[in-house]
Structures are given as C-alpha cells and as structure tokens.
C-alpha cells in the first residue's frame, strides 16, 4: 500500500535522515544463520555473541628479550650481582623456578619462571660470566605480561552484529575459534533499464549510451556479503518490467534496480512496484538522488536508485548500503563523518541537502583538508572517480566560504 503521505501528487519531500529512518525501521535482520571457517568469515556479520573460554595471554611471559630476575631478599638491585642458572625459550613447556638472587635468559613470549620479579631488557644488562648486573630501577613486575591481561576467560569479545574485519578475526583466532556462525549471505536481483541502455563492448547507435550503474552496483556489493543475480538491462516496456520484478521477488531478500523511478512517461518501476506491491517513497530533499523509490514486491525489499551514475552511486552509499548491513544482522549503520576545513568555495541553492564530491588530502601543515573535485551534475561519473570523500552541505545552506568547516564522508570507509 502507498504511503498516503507521499503520494504522486505530494510536493513533500522527504529529508535524508528521514528517508534513511524510513528504510531502516521496515528492515528486519535475517533469522537465518550459517556456521563458517574462520578463514571465510571475512566481511560476515556475527550470528551470536562470542566469549573468550580461554586467557589471552594464558600464562605470564615476557614483554621482550632479556633477562628474569627474582629480587635479592634484601631487596638490593645493582650493588649485587645475580647468578644466572638457565634459559627459557617462547614455547618452552618446562618453567624454571626462581630463588631470590637468581636469573634467568628469557625471550619475548616465554613463560616467566616461577619466583620472577621482574624482566630486564637485555641493553639494560650486563653479564660477566653467570653473573648478571641489572640496572637500579627496575620495578616489581615491570616487562612482564600477565595472564588474562588482553583477554579474560568469559569476558565476551565480540557482540552479535559486529562485522568481522582482519583484527576482529584475528581477535577470533586469539582465543581459539576456528569456525563461527553468522548470518547467511543475503540474495540480491540486480538491473538497469532504459532502452538507451546498451553493455559495455556493443556498438552505440545515435542516442545510447552504455551501462554505467550496474557495474558500479556490482562492484559495490562484491565487497558485501551477498549473492547476486544480475539480471541485465530491462527496457522500457512495462510487461517486461512487471516480469521481471514478480519472478526476481520470488528468490531475492532485496532487488535493487537504477533508473525508471522518475515521473517520466516511460519510468515504468514505480508503476510496477506499486501494482506489485507497496510503495513507501520516491522523493528525497537531496542533491544527487531526489528520486528514489523503496518498498515490497512480496517478502523481496525493493530499492530503486535514480539513473544518473554519480546519483546511483551516492544513493547506494546512504541507503543501500546500511539497509544490506541492518538485513544482514549488522548493527553498524552509520556512515563515517569527518569535520575538515574547506580550500575552496562551495555552492549550493537551497532546499536541497547536498553531497559534492571532494578530495581530502594532507595541507603544508600536516592538517587534513578538502577541496570540490569542480563540477558537480549527476553526469559526471569522471569527478566521482577523482573523488575520495563526499562533502555534507546542509538543506537550508547556500554553500561555503574557503576556510569554513565541512562535514565529509570519506569514501574508503563506505
């Protein structure tokens, strides 16, 4: 059912926020789970809260090379030498025990004998036979790490939803895990329509143009846990549209598609999705991306981008993105924002919450900055290449003055 209160004949347009609100809140993570390798849980979202069931470290060892010491009983340092009795290696299972006055050679990870006070660096000793000379400050337990000291056993370590990254599952590794469960990949119908629309390779007639989107779309979402089933190029026919979008409803969870979504007479999606299905919105108070279509066709989610390439792509970053992590049970939603001065003047109209593309980079100062990539139409797909962050220019802004304080999202964290 169309949301009453934006239909076609509304002039209301909806704010960023408030679209992104609206998506988010009709999102629901999937139930369905899968239990992986650790070595293939790159990008996943976790399934479950993990806790340690071990310590990290396990034992107490050292924080370096060098030399463990059991203080004189008198507590003297330097004025009296200690009698090195022996050596403990990083994997030795025997431990040594220390008396006072004793010492042991000690390298970095190994378990520290038993009646260690301390560890010296070996640049700080020096040895004359068996006999070692520790300098006089050097304080109890100083260099040694203790058991539980990074990790705990039962402390839990990572939450459900979080993404798995190279630490987070270095982490994983660290307290024994070889295999997790998370959050089965999510399925994905993609495709572009427009009879201008021809493939990358085919010959261009008078008034085509080749498709940009899909495979900006695709590159997008090989990073992201999903599968995806390109469906092409659908013309501007509407049976073929009404089709497509029922069968790709049948075995998708979202099915994105760029163009069509607009009021022109040949933008048959909207038309489709609300025949199919429900519609919640198809206007945004933003500059790239004002049309933009969400709703349902069945238990399919449905996302349609403008056509233009860099509105397609900026749409994808604010909407698409977060609604594929919230479905896949990820709890990190949010884009990542910067507060960077500007180099140059930016210019906007208002009404309109705007994302030009801009490149940061290090001032003389070693200060970030940013700067406008220069032209800013939705058809200049070669300024977003160039680009490596956005930059947020409120609604009810005119633009900026060089010097003046941005928001800015940078591209690499996308």
């Not at 301390?118 to 020096?126: D, I, L, P």
């Not at 300098?135 to 798995?164: H, M, Q, S, V, Y």
């Not at 300024?383 to 900026?400: F, H, K, Q, R, Y």
């Amino acid at each position: 059912m169309t949301d009453p209160c934006l239909t076609p004949q509304d002039n209301q347009l909806l704010s960023v926020a408030q679209a992104k609100e609206k998506i988010l809140d009709a999102i629901e993570a999937l139930t369905e789970f899968e239990t992986i390798p650790l070595a293939h849980c790159m990008g996943r979202f976790l399934a479950e809260d993990i806790c340690s069931t071990i310590n990290v470290p396990s034992w107490d060892n050292s924080a370096m090379d060098g030399y463990a010491i059991c203080f004189h009983a008198d507590g003297s340092l330097a004025d009296k030498p200690y009698q090195v009795i022996g050596k403990v290696m990083a994997g030795d299972s025997s431990v040594l025990a220390l008396t006072p006055g004793q010492a042991a050679r000690i390298m970095t990870g190994a378990p520290v004998p038993k009646g260690t006070s301390s560890v010296v660096m070996q640049e700080h000793a020096t040895l004359l036979g068996e006999n070692l000379q520790v300098p006089t400050r050097i304080g109890l337990g100083d260099n040694i790490r203790r058991a539980g000291e990074d990790i705990e056993i039962g402390k839990t370590i990572l939450r459900k939803g979080d993404l798995l990254t190279p630490p987070r599952i270095g982490l994983l590794a660290s307290v024994g895990f070889s295999q997790v469960t998370v959050s089965r990949k999510i399925n994905i119908s993609l495709f572009s329509t427009g009879n201008e629309i021809k493939e990358p390779g085919e010959k261009l007639s008078e008034g085509q143009i080749y498709d940009t989107n899909r495979y900006v779309l695709k590159s997008f979402l090989s990073s992201l846990p999903v599968n995806i089933q390109d469906l092409g190029i659908l013309k501007d026919d509407q049976a073929e549209i009404h089709a497509a979008l029922q069968q790709a409803s049948k075995n998708s969870d979202l099915i994105i598609t760029s163009g069509g979504v607009s009021v022109g007479d040949a933008d048959f999606v909207k038309q489709t999705l609300e025949s199919l299905g429900s519609l919640s919105f198809w206007k945004i108070a933003m500059k790239p991306g004002k049309p933009l279509a969400f709703g349902h066709i069945g238990e399919a989610l449905f996302l349609g981008l403008p056509g233009n390439p860099v509105s397609t792509t900026v749409t994808f970053l604010l909407f698409a993105k977060p609604s594929i992590t919230k479905l896949s049970g990820g709890t990190e939603h949010q884009n990542l924002r910067l507060k960077l001065r500007t180099t140059s003047e930016l210019r906007k109209s208002v009404g309109r919450q705007e994302f030009q593309r801009g490149i940061m980079e290090e001032g003389a100062n070693g200060e970030w900055l940013v700067r406008t990539t220069g032209r800013q139409g939705s058809h200049v797909l070669s300024s977003m290449a160039v680009a490596n962050c956005l930059i947020d220019l409120p609604a009810d802004s005119e633009g900026t003055e060089i010097n003046e304080w941005v928001d800015v999202i940078p591209l690499n964290q996308c």
